[in-house]
């Protein structure tokens, strides 16, 4: 008699159960005391994707409730100066992102009475807010069925999917996009649970090195898991070229302690910040002491190595101290700038790099 074989479920009945396996254990295993979890006000939810975005939750949870004690409102935000913003916002990094909230939110009074859409569809056409952010949005304060894909969930997906095709394709990368979105609970009501549910397996669980399968709740399903090759996924073969920078910074004391700053252009590298003059090779930087009539030799400080996505900068700084009179003369010579009183180095818009210079 032959025995009778059991076959195994089909692809697509496994796949019915990722929402549900993700809903009840972000429920159960999940984040919940995140201080922008307290709220469905979708000014501090947006505030916390975007500084979310490219940043560690530890880093983010020092900034996020001193950002909202600056800015408490969204009108606050749009009204408040652009340098008041990135001062509030320095050593978070990435500040195209300061300066695209200080652009959502003057949108969000001018274009909506203070009052963000309620679809991802619309919040989308804000400065800033691409279509992740935007469902992530929806789908927290509105309950809209609207899928997100950070780097974390393309990671849970295409290993739970087994989609090994390359993501660097933006075809394949709109088919994750149509896969995710078919994976979306049928409730409204789960939709919370759920975007933030495969936020934190991402984050916690099904990390890019050495993911933890055990304590996964798509191990019984999860085609990666099953192909023993989980670390393969996501595939994405375009590389990011990084390159290389040096520069040399001018640091000009005057006797009050006082430091002369140079703010950066609107566009490029730390843009709207301030810094100290940059300058391409130490004769450059030596050429402008002599213009000024600083004789005296510039005194080297630790150099300092700055990386950014795509560039490694290395910057030696050279600190003067200069008298009164030069100081005038810097006043009159150099691009625009100001001299800043130590008092003031924590308000102002630095650099990181720049701050811990500074600061320490």
């Not at 200080?102 to 804000?126: N, Y």
């Not at 180095?345 to 210079?357: D, Q, S, T, V």
């Amino acid at each position: 008699m032959v025995a009778d074989v059991i076959a195994a479920p089909p692809r697509v009945e496994l796949e019915r159960e990722i929402a549900p396996r993700i809903v009840a254990w972000q429920r159960t295993h999940g984040r919940h005391d995140l201080p922008w979890q307290r709220s469905r006000d979708p000014y501090r939810v947006w505030l916390s994707e975007v500084m979310l975005q490219q940043t560690q939750v530890t880093t983010v949870l020092a900034y996020y409730d001193r950002f909202l004690a600056r800015f408490p409102t969204v009108l606050a935000l749009a009204e408040a100066p652009l340098d008041e913003v990135l001062s509030t916002w320095a050593g978070l990094g990435y500040y195209s992102r300061a300066r695209n909230l200080h652009r959502c939110a003057q949108a969000v009074m001018a274009e909506h009475g203070g009052a963000f859409p309620r679809s991802a569809s619309a919040l989308e056409t804000l400065p800033g807010i691409g279509r992740s952010t935007a469902a992530a949005i929806a789908s927290f304060c509105f309950g809209e069925r609207a899928a997100i894909l950070d780097g974390n969930v393309k990671r849970v997906l295409t290993r739970a999917l087994g989609f090994d095709a390359d993501l660097a394709v933006a075809a394949n990368e709109r088919a994750l996009w149509d896969r995710a979105t078919a994976l979306l609970p049928a409730d409204a009501d789960d939709m919370p649970a759920w975007t933030q549910g495969v936020m934190d397996l991402g984050a916690t669980v099904c990390s890019a090195r050495r993911p933890d399968c055990l304590l996964c709740p798509l191990t019984e399903v999860c085609v990666a898991r099953a192909q023993g090759r989980v670390e393969a996924y996501p595939v994405k073969t375009r590389k990011l070229k990084r390159g290389a920078r040096e520069h040399w910074w001018l640091w000009l004391a005057a006797p009050d302690g006082a430091v002369w700053l140079e703010q950066r252009p609107a566009r490029g590298i730390w843009a709207g910040l301030w810094t100290l003059p940059l300058h391409e090779d130490e004769a450059g930087l030596e050429t402008a002491l002599r213009e000024l009539g600083v004789h005296a030799a510039a005194e080297p400080q630790p150099t300092l190595r700055h990386a950014l996505t795509h560039l490694d900068w290395t910057l030696h700084p050279r600190r003067v101290l200069v008298d009164a009179a030069v100081a005038a003369r810097v006043e009159r010579s150099f691009a625009p700038g100001r001299w800043v009183a130590p008092a003031e180095l924590r308000e102002i818009a630095l650099p990181a790099p720049l701050r811990k210079l500074l600061i320490g």
